[in-house]
């Protein structure tokens, strides 16, 4: 069965520090990935998505991810962080390019950010 | 450029009665599922559909019912409110019935039962 697992709850990091959110998934194909980021009381916003070919994918607001095969992982990266990064974020894992079940997402339980001036 | 929208935005239900949260798109999207989100547990599957009349089950339907009657639409209903359904909801879509091109989340429904 397909898991994310995001094994850091909160982290705080000081502004224009870099950052590294970590997620390690599991799943037995080439897996769809994704992070979400959550501002207080917003749904969720697609942050970047990795399908196929280069491992490093860029994203919105200056994040991007690496997909690592050998270590079943997809961490998100920012090489300087501002206030308002502050937020709450997911990692994501689909199926494939496939309707019915294998189309949905299966969620991280979240990284909470917060970034101290 | 709506996106997907939820009403309500809050609802306070009391212990026992039912309930329907609305969402609409209007990205004509086939793709349309429920979450519920809950502190520490991330986003879990209530219901999804493939597409107009079709539904299915996520990982955690009991106490829910969805249908599908058009593309837009895909309504959530809470059939007898129990306090362990107090959680914050969220309706997506995705382009061509294939979730994994990443969903479009609308703004959520924070339902608190009583």
């Known amino acids: 069965a397909q898991s994310v697992t995001q094994p850091d709850i909160h982290i705080t990091v000081s502004e224009g520090a870099s950052l590294e959110l970590r997620c390690n998934y599991s799943?037995?194909?080439?897996?769809?990935l994704f992070w979400y980021v959550q501002s207080p009381g917003q749904g969720l916003q697609l942050l970047l998505k990795?399908?196929?070919?280069?491992?490093l994918v860029q994203g919105i607001k200056g994040f991007e991810a690496e997909f690592k095969r050998s270590q079943s992982s997809f961490n998100l990266r920012k090489p300087s962080v501002h206030w308002s990064d502050a937020a709450e974020y997911f990692c994501?894992?689909?199926?494939?390019?496939?309707?019915?079940?294998?189309?949905?997402?299966?969620f991280g339980k979240g990284t909470k950010l917060s970034v101290k001036p | 450029n709506a996106g997907v929208t939820q009403t309500p935005k809050f609802q306070v239900l009391k212990t026992g009665q039912s309930m329907t949260l609305q969402c609409a798109q209007d990205?004509?999207?086939?793709?349309m599922s429920w979450y519920r989100q809950d502190p520490g547990m991330g986003l879990r599957l209530i219901h999804y559909?493939?597409?107009?009349?079709?539904?299915d089950q996520g990982e955690v339907p009991n106490g829910y019912n969805v249908s599908r009657s058009t593309t837009e639409d895909f309504p959530l209903r809470l059939l007898s409110a129990a306090p362990s359904q107090t959680s914050v909801y969220f309706c997506?879509?995705?382009?061509?019935?294939?979730?994994?091109?990443?969903?479009?989340f609308g703004s959520g429904t924070r339902l608190t039962v009583v």
């Open positions: 990795y399908f196929s070919g280069d491992t």
């Open positions: 994501a894992v689909g199926a494939g390019n496939y309707g019915g079940s294998q189309g949905n997402l299966i």
């Open positions: 997506a879509s995705s382009y061509g019935g294939q979730g994994n091109y990443g969903y479009t």
């Open positions: 990205m004509n999207h086939e793709y």
């Open positions: 559909s493939v597409g107009a009349g079709i539904t």
């Open positions: 799943y037995g194909a080439t897996p769809y």
